[in-house]
């Protein structure tokens, strides 16, 4: 026997095909349990993202009503001399 005969185990130097098979499979499960993985890491990033701009844009609506009461106020106390009694 040759060197890789003995390292496979089989006369042929082949694994068997039921090896082989198992193989296979384990690294299309794996494949698939990364791809599920991945698909999910995707889709969260997207709902973080989409959140996010949600966000900016609800952070720049109360920053113009911000302002804008802050013009209001300030054109009341001018108008009302309240700062000068």
């Known amino acids: 026997m040759s060197a890789e005969n003995i390292s ?34 995707k889709d969260t990033l997207d709902l973080l993202w989409n959140k996010t701009l ?3 844009e609800v952070c720049e609506q109360l920053k113009q009503e911000n302002d804008y009461l802050e013009d209001y106020i300030g054109n009341l106390m001018r108008s009302s001399n309240v700062l000068e009694k």
Do not use: D, I, Y
């Not at 694994?15 to 198992?22: D, G």
């Open 54 to 56: 949600e966000q900016q």
């Open 8 to 41: 496979t185990g089989s006369p042929t130097g082949k694994q068997p095909s039921s090896e082989v098979n198992l193989g296979e499979r384990e690294a299309g499960t794996k494949n698939e349990r990364m791809m599920r993985q991945t698909k999910l890491l």
